[in-house]
């Protein structure tokens, strides 16, 4: 298995430019995620998607986009990119006990994607 | 939402010493805490996880300790070696079924030799 596998692991955009990030498991995980990480703040969770056809808005949603079709593919796009945007961006996958059951599972992450906006 | 402080953000121990990196949580309904430990330039990675029908669990040089009354909980990491330096962050998940993850700022160990 690979995992989950992220591309690009880098990119450089221009203030304005859109990109869409990609994400893919196969380990038929239901959960998926994105993160940001910034110095000194952590993990942020940007969007998420309990299953295909279900996503929704993390702690910083704004300025992204997400959709899930497949169980296996998250991607994240970037409307209009802002230098705030900079930033290394995880994908994860974890599965799922069922709705219902209150029981979490630990985070597979990805490489990461390091963004740049000039 | 959850909040979650970590510290200290940097520790610096003697190989052999242990190292001690505690957390805590504003949400009561927080149920899991994994730690991970991230080297530069690398994916974070699980070492530990705890639930909340525990109170400690131990991995070989790793233990992690949890106080559900007072929403605090830590890494423990004995007769610390250099590879072990990195970044280590906590996080906490609420049991609400969305495996949504609130982390910690991160503590960097330095090991030295």
């Known amino acids: 298995n690979a995992g989950v596998t992220q591309t690009p692991k880098f990119q450089v955009l221009k203030t304005g430019q859109s990109m869409t990030l990609q994400c893919a498991q196969d380990?038929?995980?239901?959960?998926m995620s994105w993160y940001r990480q910034d110095p000194g703040m952590g993990l942020r969770l940007i969007h998420y998607?309990?299953?295909?056809?279900?996503?929704d808005q993390g702690e910083v949603p704004n300025g992204y986009n997400v959709s899930r079709s497949t169980t296996e593919d998250f991607p994240l796009r970037l409307l209009s990119a802002a230098p705030s945007q900079t930033s290394v961006y995880f994908c994860?996958?974890?599965?799922?006990?069922?709705?219902?059951?209150?029981?979490?599972?630990?985070?597979?992450f990805g490489n990461g994607t390091r963004l740049t906006v000039t | 939402g959850e909040n979650v402080e970590q510290h200290p953000s940097t520790l610096s121990v003697q190989e052999g010493d242990s190292a001690v990196i505690k957390c805590t949580y504003s949400?009561?309904?927080?149920?899991?805490f994994p730690w991970y430990k991230q080297e530069l330039g690398k994916r974070p990675q699980l070492i530990i996880d705890i639930r909340s029908n525990v109170g400690e669990k131990k991995d070989q040089r790793i233990a992690v300790t949890l106080n559900k009354t007072a929403k605090h909980f830590s890494l423990h990491i004995t007769e610390t070696q250099p590879e072990d330096s990195a970044v280590y962050f906590c996080?906490?998940?609420?049991?609400?079924?969305?495996?949504?993850?609130?982390f910690g700022s991160g503590t960097k160990l330095n090991v030295k030799p």
């Open positions: 994860a996958s974890s599965y799922s006990r069922g709705l219902g059951t209150g029981y979490n599972s630990p985070l597979h």
């Open positions: 998607s309990v299953g295909a056809g279900i996503t």
């Open positions: 996080a906490a998940s609420p049991g609400d079924n969305f495996n949504k993850f609130y």
């Open positions: 380990m038929n995980h239901e959960y």
């Open positions: 949400d009561s309904a927080s149920n899991y």
